[in-house]
């Protein structure tokens, strides 16, 4: 039975769904992905995948499985059309958490599958083929090249990342996380355990960085632009420093997790998502790795 995973959205939530296509292959299942996505409201989902990810190829879907199936980009219509008169479509939302996912006994049938994914231990279990795939293409720039050899040259480099980009502040799943204390609480923690931590900070909103951080010293990587290419030069620089102070946010997890260093020290914020907002409650732990410390 074949199986369709959408990718979709911006770098880090996609590279979810890839995971979750080699998860479903890994497990013996007859796997697809549809990556013909085109980015509507947020430039940042523009994503140039084979030549960020040279090792992550794409099984894309052939047409005639997505009319079939009634979903994809571009068959939206024939999807509409298709309930309208009570026809067959199989569209598999996964809509009631961004963590969760069907594992391969529980797909019954041909299905067209949506979600995000983001879930620690199934991305776990297949490790060491996400280092495979997930190995950046070398860096086009010299200004990168430079960060890259000053980061590496550190005796324990730290990336903190902050993710206050438009997207983020308009969404009631993220007010009130990731707040200034979590930072401070992360930074003293990694000055007490670490010799000489050199902390490089990264962010998708430089002004809200300067207003607020204010009060240590750190070196701004203000080098790339969060959207069209080179937005993922922030990631591939974030996962070769030593250690990670993380944001609520699938592109700090990835920095973290991608981070080869076996003795790295990752930090995370304890609520990844708004706490108030009833889904969300006591799932946070997901996104966290086990030997991850939570703030």
Known sequence: MRQVVSMFAGLANRMFHYSYYLYLRKNG??????????ATTWKMEDVEWNRIFPNAIIRQAPKSLLFKLGGG???ERVSKYRRKLNLFTSICNIESTPFDFLEPEKLKKEQYITGYYENVNMV???KEEIFEVFEFSTFDNDK???MAKNISTEQNAVAVHFRK?????QMDAYHNTCTMDYYKQAIA??????DNPRFFVF????DWVKENLTDFDYTLVDINSPV????HFDMQLMSLCKHNITANSTYSFWAAFLNRNKDKIVISPLDYFNQKIEKYSGKHNLMVCKDWIQM
Do not use: F, H
């Open 144 to 146: 990168n090249a430079e």
């Open 29 to 38: 299942v007859d796997c697809y992905v549809d990556n013909r996505y085109k």
């Open 203 to 206: 962010t998708d909103n430089i």
């Open 124 to 126: 776990e279990s297949i």
């Open 228 to 231: 069209g290419w080179g937005n």
């Open 73 to 75: 980009y571009g068959y």
């Open 165 to 169: 980009g438009k997207d983020y502040l």
């Open 189 to 194: 923690y990694m000055k007490a355990k670490l």
